[in-house]
């Protein structure tokens, strides 16, 4: 409740509120509305909720937290994991340089989400990614309304990251483990996942990978291979891959006939056409498998195991480049050898024992091992064209040609022009002695070196950074950080700062020392990051800063924010404690030792300097009191005029009043003792005839006295207790037939009235005076109203009678009307309000002297006749007929149904009254245009 809304605060009315009618209509009830406009939503209440909820799935949280995969370091790894998919969704909406990569292991729930700038893992919340509860962008509603909202709750519009992070842990890319990664090239030359190379030249259909349990198959398909002749040869090439996963589609990717393309079929469904018609990088998901199209000339498939395939088609040949995740280490088999990071089994047949892999010869490996992993058909995942099936492709009788017999069958001249292509790299040189195929040589030459080098960049270990969490810094003053770098592998390690040198800043990257000295508080953000000599670089150090600005004139709370701040931001203002004399959130202004009113009302207070109130102790010096006020422990109070005769001039009593200490008005007021009135001047005060005024009650004689009056009886009557009335004693009524009473006259007795009545002619009977038609008999100083044996004044509106029941004074503020009895509820408080006729202005919606009255606006017929009035108590409203839509408080506008743009195909739309129609172009028909082409 405000002043503004209560007309009555601020004066005496106030305290007889409860008496009178509210603007509820019931008596001392008022109702008013404290706020304006709708609420807005509670963020701070809506996060912690939401977090509350969450104890319901923790287990959830849990399992997800230990289960999810850890983030790569860096982009580059991300790009070559592709247990990682590109978040287009976050991608579109988001600023800068900042990328996201989600999980694609297909869980509903629990899934990672990582995000880079510049390269590397981001660290500060506000742009992280981090654990999401449904996996995205698949159940994208639900990731939106578990995931997104809350952030937004929680760190955007409250405070409240840190419990938004403690339901959804950021990740560190700490613990992240490349996949491993395996290869095939040329005329079939092999590097395993321990890193192991070999030569098989088998001719059929081969387990290159099989896992325990079956969850992830990978088999490879050979063929001849052609030399530069277009002739085939005793070596072999892979012509075709078959992989499936363990409920995943199956994706078989080979070459076609002419060897110059892709055969792609996802679960028997043909997907070459989808190959040449997307875009690099243009992906597609199937079942529990995603397709990707990296370039013309390679192909990927992603699995859920975390398993990846890329297949390659370069001078008539298949490459594949497979990467496995370390969750199946000691779990597989096959041409790909044993994956435990130990070589030396790596040549382990389908049964028995390892062969040594320092001794074996190539034809050993090839008998004793390879063919060991020949498929059966009932093991065979391919798929076989027309006029072909499994044995048309698996030669068992098939004798190749062995690297260590051609190297040393070649001829020096063949081996000089070999030499310019390949060097010394023997797979290389036996592809080309082979196929006599330069070209198709480098090609596998220059595989091999790519993945090696794309091996080397995955296996090596990002740099460890350290730096002091928070940065506390003072304008114009210098502060100094270090940060520290190291490297798990020895690699030489070299020091960035990503973001922008902030002004009065400088950054050794040697030395790790980080020198600012704040020109200003504009916010800045700080982030470092290391770079090793490989090119791996460490997840982003983001420090936040804690920037105060005293102005010289306190000390800094670095552990306080300021006030709208969030204590969870990366850069923060904090809290000063200013010195004496000075005040501001920076300490900036000189303290207004007068601002808060700090002397009594009536004085004048006058501000101190700083450099003042640290020598006096105080903030301001305050005036003596004004006339007619004294000081009493720091306050002006009202000095009494009415304890000292000297002070006031009142005859009889004295009524002290403290008018203000801007109100010239008097300091006290006279009043009289009962049986006196105050005199015209105030002061002094007159004997009021209690007898002539008939206000005493006497019943037969009154007799006035100074400040009193006394009652008496005729003989024969004795007073009664209440001294007024008197009680027959005598007889000498006896045989009289008087109105009202007899008394003894003389030697015989009379009739006579009370007072207030007068004696009829007949002298028995008595009739009602009328005190009002004589100025002898009437006091009142307004209105007389005569009364059977008396009379009784009243006053006219705007006063209300005095004690003495025939004076009237003026309404007190707040009332108005007959005998002061209406409460004003004007507009504000200081609208006027007439003792007589009320308020001069009422709020809007209603009228009348106290402004109770609601005015009934459809009267007037605001709406017009295309909306129906409704009257509310202190409004209206308009109701729009059908067809009609609101166009302002006060008129309703025909609907404009071509507003929406219903027609089609470049049609002119045409409003009508509750309708419209569509005039079509040429070529288009329908009822909005919607079918036909345009000629």
């Known amino acids: 409740m405000t002043r503004e809304a209560l007309a009555q605060s601020g004066k005496s009315s106030a305290f007889e509120m409860a008496e009178t009618v509210g603007n509820t209509g019931e008596m001392g009830k008022y109702f008013f509305r404290v706020s304006v406009g709708d609420a807005s939503p509670n963020y701070d209440l809506m996060c912690r909720q939401w977090f509350w909820e969450q104890r ?143 030569t098989f030249n088998g001719l059929g259909e081969y387990t290159l990978i099989g896992t325990t349990g079956g969850n992830f198959t990978l088999q490879g398909r050979t063929a001849k291979a052609i030399d530069e002749h277009g002739h085939e040869t005793n070596a072999t090439v892979f012509s075709a891959f078959a992989a499936k996963d363990f409920d995943s589609d199956r994706v078989y990717i080979a070459m076609n006939a002419a060897r110059d393309g892709f055969v792609i079929l996802i679960e028997g469904d043909e997907q070459t056409e989808w190959f040449t018609r997307a875009n690099h990088s243009d992906e597609v998901d199937f079942s529990e498998v995603s397709i990707s199209k990296d370039d013309d000339n390679s192909v990927s498939a992603s699995f859920k195991s975390g398993f990846s395939i890329t297949v390659g088609l370069n001078q008539s040949q298949l490459s594949i480049t497979v990467a496995a995740p370390d969750d199946y280490l000691n779990q597989t088999m096959g041409l790909l050898g044993v ?112 993945n090696k080098e794309i091996s080397e960049l995955m296996i090596n270990d990002s740099p460890q950074i350290s730096v002091p969490s928070t940065f506390n810094v003072t304008v114009s003053e210098m502060s100094t950080l270090t940060v520290n770098a190291s490297d798990p592998n020895g690699d030489n390690v070299a020091l960035t700062l990503r973001t922008d040198l902030p002004p009065g800043a400088t950054f050794d990257n040697y030395t790790g020392v980080f020198t600012w000295t704040p020109v200003d508080t504009t916010p800045v953000n700080i982030s470092f990051s ?96 004004p006339g007619g006020y004294e000081e009493d422990d720091g306050v002006c109070v009202d000095v009494n005029e009415c304890n000292e005769t000297s002070l006031h001039d009142c005859q009889q009593r004295c009524i002290n009043k403290d008018p203000g200490f801007k109100n010239p008005g008097p300091r006290y007021l006279c009043d009289c003792h009962p049986g006196y009135r105050l005199d015209i001047n105030g002061r002094n005060c007159s004997d009021v005839n209690e007898c002539e005024e008939r206000t005493s009650g006497c019943e037969h004689t009154c007799v006035n006295t100074v400040g009193n009056f006394s009652c008496s009886c005729y003989h024969g009557y004795t007073l009664n207790s209440d001294s007024k009335t008197c009680t027959q004693v005598g007889d000498q009524c006896v045989n009289t037939t008087c109105g009202f009473g007899c008394r003894t006259e003389g030697n015989g007795t ?159 739309c045409v409003d009508k009254f509750n309708n419209y129609t569509c005039s079509c172009m040429a070529g288009y028909t329908g009822p909005v245009c919607e079918t036909g082409e345009s000629s």
């Open 750 to 908: 009379v009739c006579f009235c009370p007072i207030g009545k007068l004696l009829k002619s007949d002298n028995v009977t008595c009739e009602d005076e009328d005190e009002c038609h004589s100025s002898d008999t009437n006091a009142c100083e307004h209105d007389c109203h005569n009364l059977e044996g008396g009379y009784n004044c009243s006053c006219h509106d705007g006063y209300i009678l005095n004690a003495d029941q025939r004076t009237c004074k003026r309404c007190p503020d707040g009332k108005w009307g007959p005998q002061c009895s209406r409460l004003c509820n004007c507009a504000s408080p200081t609208t006027t309000c007439d003792p007589t006729s009320g308020c001069a202005e009422c709020p809007p919606g209603f009228k009348g002297g106290d402004c109770y009255v609601d005015i009934n606006e459809c009267d007037t017929d605001p709406c017009g006749s295309n909306a129906n009035c409704i009257n509310i108590v202190g409004t209206f409203r308009c109701d729009c007929h059908d067809g009609y839509v609101q166009h302002n408080l006060t008129a309703c506008a025909e609907l404009d149904e071509c507003e929406s743009g219903p027609c089609q195909n470049g049609a002119t």
């Open 339 to 450: 994956f435990n990071k130990d070589p030396s089994d790596d040549l382990t047949p389908a049964s028995g024992s390892a062969l040594n892999v320092s001794t074996a010869t190539e034809k050993t490996i090839f008998y004793q091992f390879g063919e060991t992993w020949r498929i059966s058909l009932q093991d065979s995942l391919f798929y076989y064209p027309a006029g072909s099936d499994y044995n048309t492709y698996n030669i068992r009788n098939f004798t190749p040609l062995f690297l260590e017999e051609v190297l040393g069958n070649m001829t020096e001249a063949m081996r000089a022009k070999a030499e310019k292509t390949c060097g010394d790299n023997r797979e290389c040189l036996f592809d080309f002695a082979v196929t006599g195929n330069a070209a198709a040589a480098a090609s596998g030459l220059d595989t091999n070196t790519k």
């Open 56 to 198: 319901n799935y923790w287990w959830m949280v849990v399992w997800g937290w230990m289960y999810t995969r850890v983030c790569p370091c860096d982009q580059r790894r991300v790009l070559r994991d592709r247990r990682w998919k590109f978040d287009f969704a976050e991608f579109w909406s988001s600023h800068g340089e900042r990328v996201c990569y989600y999980e694609r292991r297909p869980w509903w729930f629990s899934t990672q989400l990582c995000c880079y700038e510049y390269g590397t893992l981001i660290g500060r919340r506000d742009g992280s990614g981090g654990q999401t509860f449904y996996r995205h962008p698949r159940y994208g509603q639900q990731h939106i309304e578990a995931d997104i909202k809350p952030k937004d709750w929680c760190c955007d519009k409250s405070d409240n990251c840190d419990i938004f992070y403690e339901a959804r842990p950021l990740d560190t890319c700490w613990g992240y483990v490349p996949p491993f990664m395996a290869w095939f090239f040329g005329d079939p030359h092999i590097h395993t996942l321990d890193n192991y190379e070999y």
């Open 530 to 625: 290391a770079i090793d000599d490989k090119g791996a670089m460490a997840p982003s150090a983001d420090v936040i800063v804690n920037m105060c600005d005293c102005s010289g004139h306190g000390e800094c709370i670095f552990t306080e924010v300021r006030e709208g701040e969030k204590a969870s931001a990366m850069f923060r203002l904090v809290a000063c404690d200013c010195a004496v004399g000075w005040a501001g959130e920076s300490c900036e202004e000189d303290l207004d030792g007068c601002a808060d009113n700090s002397c009594t009302a009536g004085t004048n207070c006058t501000d101190l300097t700083p450099q003042q109130q640290v020598v006096t102790g105080r903030a301001f010096n305050c005036s003596a009191c």
